[in-house]
């Protein structure tokens, strides 16, 4: 096959005759009926087949841990932001989940905990902090505050008494 390249010079143009097959992947797993070993599965998701490379892991875990502290410190912002972080490195760690909604629930913040905790549940059905607070979730869910709101036309009455 000719083509006009540079400067109008006819060149020719190698046209590959592989198979598609010789571009698939040989690797020892990568064949269906390979028994991955423990070390290799622990990575793989139950619900998902990414894998989770091992630098990744070790990030999700120093977030993690750097979170943990900035709790000790009463820094709960901080803390849910290392959490993210360590969730978007190895969002299949349950753990992770559960302290993200452990913290949402200490800050009131209901629908957020009850997301995350459901989320460490479907990943690890017996995580201990996670059912905890699940059950305190239901708890506050079943005896509400006796301090009701003031509805909007009482909020109305007290600005408008008060621009006077």
């Given at each position: 096959?000719?083509?006009r390249?540079?400067?109008?010079?006819?060149?020719?143009?190698?046209v590959s005759?592989?198979?598609?097959?010789s571009?698939?992947?040989?690797?020892p797993?990568a064949?269906?009926?390979?028994?991955?070993?423990p070390s290799e599965?622990?990575?793989?998701?139950k619900?998902?087949?990414k894998f989770i490379?091992?630098?990744?892991k070790?990030?999700?875990?120093n977030?993690?841990?750097?979170a943990?502290e900035?709790?000790?410190?009463r820094?709960s912002?901080?803390?849910?932001q290392?959490l993210?972080?360590a969730?978007?490195?190895d969002?299949?760690?349950?753990?992770?989940?559960?302290?993200?909604g452990?913290i949402?629930?200490e800050k009131?913040?209901t629908g957020m905990?009850?997301?995350?905790l459901?989320r460490?549940?479907?990943?690890?059905?017996?995580d201990?902090?996670a059912?905890?607070?699940l059950k305190k979730?239901?708890?506050?869910?079943?005896?509400?505050s006796t301090v009701?709101?003031?509805?909007?036309?009482n909020?109305?009455?007290?600005?408008?008494?008060?621009?006077?």
């Open positions: 096959m000719y083509s390249g540079l400067k109008g010079a006819r060149t020719s143009t190698h005759t592989m198979s598609k097959s571009f698939i992947n040989k690797t797993n064949r269906p009926g390979v028994n991955l070993g599965t622990e990575a793989y998701s619900s998902d087949t490379s091992a630098a990744d070790e990030r999700a875990q977030h993690y841990n750097r943990l900035r709790m000790q410190l820094n912002s901080l803390a849910v290392d993210r972080d969730i978007k490195q969002p299949y760690n349950s753990q992770y989940h559960a302290m993200l452990k949402h629930l009131g913040l905990a009850n997301i995350n459901r460490a549940l479907k990943l690890n059905p017996e201990a902090l059912l905890k607070c979730l239901k708890a506050q869910s079943q005896h509400p009701e709101a003031p509805s909007l036309v909020r109305l009455k007290s600005f408008l008494g008060s621009a006077k």
